[in-house]
């Protein structure tokens, strides 16, 4: 009668066993239980023990499994006794919860096992009840989550590095700002390659860094033979219920040689003949300035030089490939100019790739020179008239040929101002002045002056004309 009252409690789990005049049974209750997914639970069992001829009854520890019976952690506490009833207080961990919705799971398990210990040396075998725990909102309703950038970089095989991180939050329910204490560099092995302990605090949803990569770093990943390797942040708030929030930003490291790495640009030196970044040049005498440009890695660059603000040459494309050094002049046409006395700058611009450093410049003076020049006649347009331009066709300027002349420099003046507004070079006793130079630097009924020299193949001033007056409809 015992057993079949038993049987037909069917919201319990019942498990019996009859060996000669023993029985022992074990119902566990409740059954099941509901937690919430966003944080660690409580819960007490009670366990209805039937024990018929058991002197004691033991279980040695309690067991969370997934459904299909792996462990995922344990409670290691003993229960023993020999009443009908046995109870325990368990703890069901947040981290466990985390893993059963990472494995998309929405519910899992609590198992005990009890013995039966007799005063015979056949005890009946040991019994197991289970107890189903369903996760209530597999959506945590607190997040936090942060994204970085760049995510992936590229680290020079024999030196530091330092890079600009950007990191922006996705945060819900956090009562304080999300911060981390500090960075570690890990191989995809797990080797701890160094640390960084610098702190960062979320600001406005974002926060950055100027990441250090330090060389010892480097070291220690080549001498575990590691070419990729990742640097990861833990960040964490408190949410607004209680529960301590964190996100992981990870960013991926390649460790490449310096040929495999993005062009980059180490130190610029700028100096004249002299070997130094100022020099005394006579008025009209040639003056070649140099720059030199120690980079790695490969890639294309731009630049161009600049006298007193204004550019003086093309841009230079080049492509460069695994080097130490480059090194420019400036042209020989047109030449530096020094046919006006005093100080003048000199600057190389890189364009592309752009230096993490500000450009130098370097400074030349013109020693006044007294000489005697030619006048040189303006041709074309006479002076005072209205020119009227059309979009697509250049204005021309025309002058009379001095003899001797190498090149001539023709500069453009607002009316009144001594500061060229633009000048050019060219090598025929005229100059086309293209419809976009118009367009930029020119507006329509407004007067402007004009005036040209001329200069021999040593860059010494030999014809030099008044100004004209123009202006354009």
Not at 124 to 149: A, D, E, F, K, Q
């Amino acid at each position: 009668m015992k057993l079949i009252k038993i049987a037909v409690i069917a919201v319990f789990t019942v498990l019996l066993y009859a060996y000669s005049s023993y029985a022992f049974g074990v119902v566990v209750f409740p059954s099941q239980l509901s937690i919430p997914s966003n944080t660690s639970s409580v819960k007490t069992l009670n366990y209805d023990i039937d024990s018929t001829g058991c002197s004691s009854i033991t279980s040695q520890k309690g067991y969370f499994v997934t459904n299909s019976g792996r462990i995922l952690g344990t409670i290691n506490r003993v229960l023993s006794g020999s009443s009908p009833m046995i109870s325990e207080s368990i703890t069901i961990p947040f981290n466990i919860i985390q893993q059963v919705i990472n494995g998309h799971e929405q519910s899992f398990k609590y198992r005990r096992t009890f013995s039966c210990t007799t005063y015979t040396t056949a005890p009946p075998p040991p019994v197991s009840v289970y107890v189903t725990i369903n996760i209530r909102n597999v959506t945590p309703p607190s997040h936090l989550g942060v994204s970085v950038s760049p995510s992936r970089i590229s680290v020079p095989f024999n030196r530091a590095f330092v890079k600009k991180i950007d990191y922006d939050f996705k945060a819900s329910s956090c009562i304080n700002h999300p911060y981390s204490t500090g960075g570690e560099f890990v191989s995809d092995s797990g080797i701890i390659l160094g640390r960084d302990s610098k702190s960062l605090t979320e600001n406005n949803k974002q926060a950055s860094e100027l990441l250090n990569i330090p060389y010892g770093v480097v070291r220690k990943a080549r001498n575990y033979k590691v070419s990729h390797f990742k640097y990861i942040r833990t960040f964490v708030c408190e949410s607004s219920g209680g529960i301590r929030l964190q996100a992981q930003a990870q960013i991926d490291m390649n460790l490449l040689s310096k040929a495999a790495m993005p062009l980059t640009i180490n130190r610029v030196r700028l100096y004249f003949k002299n070997k130094r970044a100022e020099i005394s040049v006579k008025q009209n005498k040639k003056l070649t300035a140099y720059v030199d440009i120690d980079f790695f890695g490969s890639g294309m660059f731009k630049g161009y030089w600049v006298v007193d603000g204004r550019v003086l040459s093309p841009m230079i494309f080049k492509h460069l490939a695994y080097g130490k050094r480059i090194t420019f002049k400036t042209p020989s046409i047109p030449p530096l100019p020094t046919f006006s006395y005093g100080t003048h700058f000199i600057q190389f611009v890189i364009v592309e790739p752009k230096p993490a450093f500000d450009m130098p410049k370097a400074i030349y003076f013109v020693e006044q020179k007294t000489e005697t020049v030619s006048k040189l006649e303006l041709v074309f347009p006479k002076n005072g008239a209205v020119i009227v331009f059309k979009k697509d066709k250049p204005i021309q300027f025309m002058w009379k040929n001095v003899a001797g002349s190498d090149f001539y420099f023709v500069e453009f003046y607002e009316s009144g101002d001594k500061k060229p507004l633009f000048s050019a070079y060219t090598v025929s006793a005229a100059y086309a002045m293209p419809p976009f130079i118009v367009r930029h630097y020119f507006k329509k009924n407004k007067e402007y002056k004009w005036s040209v020299r001329s200069f021999n193949a040593d860059s010494e001033m030999i014809g030099k004309s008044g100004y004209e007056k123009f202006i354009i409809k």
